[in-house]
């Protein structure tokens, strides 16, 4: 069983696209994130959601909008994809702010 | 978040033991220090966490210095699956929960055969 899954794992797009992407996780957590892996391989927080409240929104363009159906799903959404916008995106979990987290296998986001 | 200084890059010998070292000489009395690693191609995956005593769990041990101003992740027997990055992170536990974890640039274990 995958703790944590990500539709799609790839996802190649045009510039200026709107595109989704999906995590679930069935661990039974309250809190899920997104987290961002640029081309030199920075891993960087861009939300977290604990019960399906926005806690952390780490300076990221409004282009991105998570969105938290239940406690078991966090989807991004991103309108008007950039070149910049290129990177693998990973989700996580955990229960409370202070467990440890378990990730998803990423989504390669490429933008041409 | 307080920082930590880890080498870019180790390598070991199958079945031989690693300490991977985590300099964090601004650490506070609050702070966590947490191990991830991430596999190629795959997610962080968590190691092992501690605040003040050596820690052990199935997959490595975690020795804290006793002024915690530096760890060391040790692997007993390297395998070629513990080939990855290995990200030493601090956590402040105070005043509530800590939602983020602040990955550095990480120490890149490469294992011979």
């Known amino acids: 069983d995958t703790a944590v899954s990500q539709t799609p794992k790839y996802l190649v797009t045009q510039m200026g696209n709107d595109k989704s992407i999906k995590c679930e996780q069935n661990?039974?957590?309250?809190?899920m994130y997104w987290y961002k892996q640029d081309s030199k391989k920075f891993l960087k927080i861009m939300f977290s959601?604990?019960?399906?409240?926005?806690?952390i929104n780490e300076t990221v363009p409004n282009r991105f909008s998570p969105k938290s159906p239940d406690k078991a799903h966090l989807n991004l959404h991103i309108n008007s994809l950039e070149l910049g916008d290129s990177a693998v995106y990973f989700c996580?979990?955990?229960?409370?702010?202070?467990?440890?987290?378990?990730f998803g296998p990423g989504t390669r986001l490429t933008v041409t | 978040d307080a920082k930590t200084t880890q080498p870019n890059s180790m390598e070991s010998n199958e079945e031989e033991p690693v300490h991977l070292p985590c300099n964090h000489s601004?650490?506070?009395?609050?702070?966590?220090i947490h191990w991830y690693r991430q596999l190629p191609s795959q997610g962080p995956e968590y190691v092992i966490h501690g605040l003040t005593s050596n820690v052990n769990n199935r997959m490595a041990s975690l020795a804290i210095a006793e002024d915690r101003k530096s760890s060391t992740l040790i692997l007993h027997r390297a395998t070629l699956r513990d080939a990855a990055v290995y990200y030493c992170i601090l956590r402040d536990w105070s005043g509530g929960s800590n939602y983020k974890l602040t990955f550095g640039k990480g120490t890149l274990l490469t294992v011979n055969p």
């Open positions: 996580a979990s955990s229960q409370g702010g202070r467990s440890e987290q378990y």
């Open positions: 959601y604990n019960n399906k409240e926005l806690i």
């Open positions: 601004t650490i506070s009395g609050t702070d966590y």
């Open positions: 661990l039974g957590h309250d809190t």
